[in-house]
C-alpha cells in the first residue's frame, strides 16, 4: 500500500471526521448539539486545518530549500 | 437498530471517531521534525560546501594579483600594468563572487527553514494541546451523554 504523505492523509482524516459529525447532526439537534459544535467541533477542525496548512506550507519551504541550493 | 436508539448510536459513533482520530494523529508533533532535521543538515553541508570553495576561489584570486604584481613591475608602465592584471585576474573575480553568491543562498534559506520550521513548530504544539487536552474531555462529554441518554431511555422502557 502506498503510504500517504501526512497531508495528503489529514485531508482523508478530516473526511472521517465530518462524515462522523454529518451522521450525529442528523439525530442530534438540541441546544447541547449547538454548543458541542460551537465549542469543540469547530476549533477541532479549525485547529487541524491550521496544523494541516502549517504542516503543507513547511513542506513547501523545504522542497523549494533543497532545489534552490543545489549547485 | 430502532429509531430511538439511533440518536445514542450516532454519538457513540462519533465518540468512536475522536478516539480513533486521537490516536491516529498522536505522532503528529513529530510529522515535519525529522524533515527539519535533513533538510537543515543538507543546507549545513551546502553551507560549507560553498564556504570551502570561496575560501579556494579568493586563495587562487590572490595568488594571481600577486602574480600579476609581480610581473607588473618588470618593465611594463603602470598603467599598463593595472589593466593586464585586472585582465588576468577577472575569471577569478567572477569565481569569488559567483561563490559568496552561492553561499548568501544558502544561508538565505537556511534563514527561511528557520521561519517556516517556527510557524510550524506553532501549529504543531496547538494541535498537540487539542490532542493531549481538549479531545480527552470531549470524548468524556460525549460518553457523559451518551451514559445519560440509555440511562433515560432504560426509566422510559421500564415505565412503558
Given at each position: 500500500?502506498?503510504?500517504?504523505r501526512?497531508?495528503?492523509?489529514?485531508?482523508?482524516?478530516?473526511?472521517?471526521l465530518d462524515?462522523?459529525?454529518?451522521?450525529?447532526a442528523?439525530?442530534?439537534r438540541?441546544?447541547?448539539?449547538?454548543?458541542?459544535?460551537?465549542?469543540?467541533?469547530t476549533?477541532?477542525?479549525?485547529?487541524?486545518?491550521?496544523?494541516?496548512?502549517a504542516?503543507?506550507?513547511l513542506?513547501?519551504?523545504?522542497?523549494?530549500?533543497?532545489?534552490?541550493?543545489?549547485? | 437498530?430502532?429509531?430511538?436508539?439511533?440518536?445514542?448510536?450516532?454519538?457513540?459513533?462519533?465518540?468512536?471517531?475522536l478516539?480513533r482520530?486521537r490516536y491516529?494523529?498522536r505522532?503528529?508533533?513529530?510529522?515535519?521534525?525529522?524533515?527539519?532535521?535533513v533538510?537543515?543538515?543538507?543546507?549545513?553541508?551546502?553551507?560549507?560546501?560553498a564556504?570551502?570553495?570561496?575560501?579556494?576561489?579568493?586563495?587562487?584570486?590572490?595568488a594571481?594579483?600577486?602574480?600579476?604584481?609581480?610581473?607588473?613591475?618588470?618593465g611594463?608602465?603602470?598603467?599598463s600594468?593595472?589593466?593586464?592584471?585586472?585582465?588576468?585576474?577577472?575569471?577569478?573575480?567572477?569565481?569569488?563572487a559567483?561563490?559568496?553568491?552561492?553561499?548568501?543562498?544558502?544561508?538565505?534559506?537556511?534563514?527561511?527553514?528557520?521561519q517556516?520550521?517556527?510557524?510550524?513548530?506553532?501549529?504543531a504544539m496547538?494541535?498537540?494541546d487539542?490532542?493531549?487536552n481538549?479531545?480527552?474531555?470531549?470524548?468524556?462529554?460525549?460518553?457523559?451523554?451518551?451514559?445519560s441518554?440509555?440511562?433515560?431511555?432504560?426509566?422510559?422502557a421500564?415505565?412503558?
Open positions: 500500500m502506498t503510504e500517504l501526512p497531508d495528503d492523509d489529514g485531508d482523508y482524516q478530516l473526511g472521517l462524515a462522523a459529525w454529518d451522521q450525529a442528523l439525530h442530534w438540541d441546544e447541547m448539539a449547538r454548543d458541542f459544535e460551537r465549542y469543540h467541533w476549533p477541532l477542525r479549525q485547529e487541524f486545518r491550521s496544523y494541516l496548512d504542516l503543507a506550507r513542506r513547501e519551504v523545504l522542497e523549494a530549500a533543497e532545489r534552490e541550493t543545489e549547485f | 437498530m430502532t429509531k430511538i436508539h439511533a440518536d445514542i448510536e450516532a454519538l457513540r459513533g462519533l465518540r468512536e471517531t478516539a482520530f491516529d494523529q505522532d503528529a508533533r513529530y510529522r515535519g521534525e525529522g524533515e527539519i532535521e533538510t537543515r543538515g543538507e543546507l549545513e553541508a551546502r553551507a560549507s560546501s564556504l570551502a570553495w570561496l575560501e579556494r576561489c579568493r586563495v587562487e584570486l590572490d594571481c594579483r600577486e602574480a600579476s604584481a609581480s610581473s607588473g613591475g618588470s611594463a608602465s603602470a598603467s600594468a593595472s589593466s593586464a592584471s585586472s585582465d588576468d585576474c577577472l575569471g577569478y573575480e567572477r569565481a569569488v559567483e561563490a559568496q553568491e552561492r553561499l548568501e543562498r544558502v544561508r538565505r534559506w537556511q534563514q527561511r527553514v528557520e517556516a520550521a517556527s510557524v510550524f513548530y506553532g501549529a496547538g494541535f498537540r487539542l490532542l493531549e481538549d479531545l480527552p474531555r470531549t470524548e468524556e462529554q460525549l460518553l457523559d451523554m451518551i451514559t441518554l440509555e440511562a433515560a431511555r432504560r426509566v422510559q421500564a415505565g412503558s
